[in-house]
């Protein structure tokens, strides 16, 4: 089990940037693909971004593609998406997880290890 910690939410302004971090601890880190997932008020949970154990490997929703990008260190156990032009839409509760595959999933019932969510609020 992977345990995830998410940080840097807040309120922001329509077209301001803001850069979510996810720091991991627990029984393995590196050897797991890492996503982003969102969800809105009376919304379902919804994918954002992934990437694989490697990193080389990154995939995104498409309401999110060219603002969004997904990273991460596994040195220092962590993932982070930098969110770029953001829109009102764009607020939600954002929650880091962990996959116990290696290669990239998008599923979110491929996700196994979530965190407890940071708010991210965009004014217009």
């Known amino acids: 089990q992977v345990h995830l910690v998410e940080s840097g939410g807040g309120l922001v302004q329509a077209g301001d940037s803001l850069k979510l971090s996810c720091a991991a601890s627990?029984?393995?880190?590196?050897?797991?693909?890492m996503g982003w997932f969102r969800q809105a008020p009376g919304k379902e949970r919804e994918f954002v971004a992934a990437?694989?154990?490697?990193?080389?490997?990154?995939d995104y929703a498409d309401s999110v593609k060219g603002r969004f990008s997904i990273s991460r260190d596994n040195a220092k156990n962590t993932v982070s998406l930098q969110m770029n032009s953001l829109k009102p839409e764009d607020t939600a509760v954002y929650y880091c997880?962990?996959?116990?595959?290696?290669?990239?999933?998008?599923?979110?019932?491929?996700?196994?290890?979530w965190g407890q969510g940071t708010q991210v609020t965009v004014s217009s």
């Open positions: 997880a962990a996959s116990p595959f290696p290669m990239l999933v998008v599923t979110l019932t491929s996700y196994t290890s």
């Open positions: 990437i694989s154990w490697s990193g080389d490997r990154t």
């Open positions: 627990g029984r393995t880190f590196s050897g797991n693909c």
